[in-house]
């Protein structure tokens, strides 16, 4: 956030502007703070930064045009090309997690004297889990690839109709697929019974993981109601839509 010399906060039109700088890694001391449930590996610590002169060059605003031309940094679509990316993790979290029941079935047994993979109750889990996984991923890829193709067709000039549903579309199969990857993983964590609660099974991590990450403000709630409204015909004014 930016401030006058007297560390009054600059303000547009009543909220505080702010602008993301960039810094060399060696300018900055980094707190130790992402002490997490889930999602550890990614370190995504704080960092101070003080006494640092950063030239304009090295800033942005996303309240500014992007400087790079090409689709994956227009206005419409900035957002999904950033949140596609953290809906995949999700997804890939997922598909982890039934690679992780696959080894256990395989490995391993209950106090049942029929192992996991025989299991009519697991073997139901598991064809239910790469469902969901499977057309979350295919609602992901397409509503992707037509909100490209819209906006693409839109700016052309050609009298495309307005990108603006099928960015919606894309929008929500980002949510969608996040949420739909917490309920696959969570079906395969409880299939596995007992064995899903040890450390040294991979299934614990990802029951972990996707938890942390469905925290991620691609996965708010409050998408399904944006989108909600485009189903609907309502005309979406909100930024990014």
Same mark, same amino acid.
């Given at each position: 956030?930016?401030?006058?010399?007297?560390?009054? @906060?600059?303000?547009?039109?009543?909220? @505080?502007?702010?602008?993301?700088?960039?810094?060399?890694?060696?300018?900055?001391?980094?707190?130790?703070?992402?002490?997490?449930?889930?999602?550890?590996?990614?370190?995504?610590?704080?960092?101070e930064v003080r006494n640092v002169f950063v030239p304009n060059e090295r800033t942005l605003s996303a309240a500014e045009p992007p400087k790079a031309t090409g689709l994956t940094y227009h206005p419409r679509l900035a957002r999904i090309s950033g949140w596609t990316p953290t809906a995949s993790v999700a997804m890939g979290i997922a598909a982890g997690a039934l690679d992780a029941l696959t080894d256990l079935g395989i490995r391993q047994t209950t106090m049942s004297t029929t192992s996991l993979r025989d299991r009519a109750d697991v073997q139901a889990a598991a064809g239910r889990a790469a469902a969901i996984l499977g057309g979350a991923r295919s609602f992901l890829i397409h509503s992707v690839q037509n909100a490209f193709d819209a906006v693409q067709a839109h700016e052309a000039g050609t009298g495309a109709p307005e990108p603006g549903p099928a960015v919606a579309q894309a929008r929500l199969s980002i949510t969608h697929g996040m949420h739909e990857a917490v309920r696959c993983v969570d079906i395969l964590f409880h299939a596995a019974g007992t064995l899903s609660v040890y450390k040294r099974n991979i299934i614990e991590r990802c029951f972990r993981d996707i938890h942390v990450a469905r925290q991620h403000a691609a996965a708010m709630p409050v998408h399904f109601q944006t989108a909600g409204k485009s189903v609907l015909g309502i005309e979406l004014n909100e930024p990014g839509w």
């Open positions: 956030k930016l401030h006058d010399s007297d560390g009054t @906060p600059i303000l547009s039109g009543g909220a @505080p502007v702010a602008r993301t700088l960039m810094v060399p890694r060696r300018e900055a001391t980094r707190i130790d703070t992402w002490d997490t449930a889930g999602m550890r590996g990614t370190g995504s610590h704080d960092f």
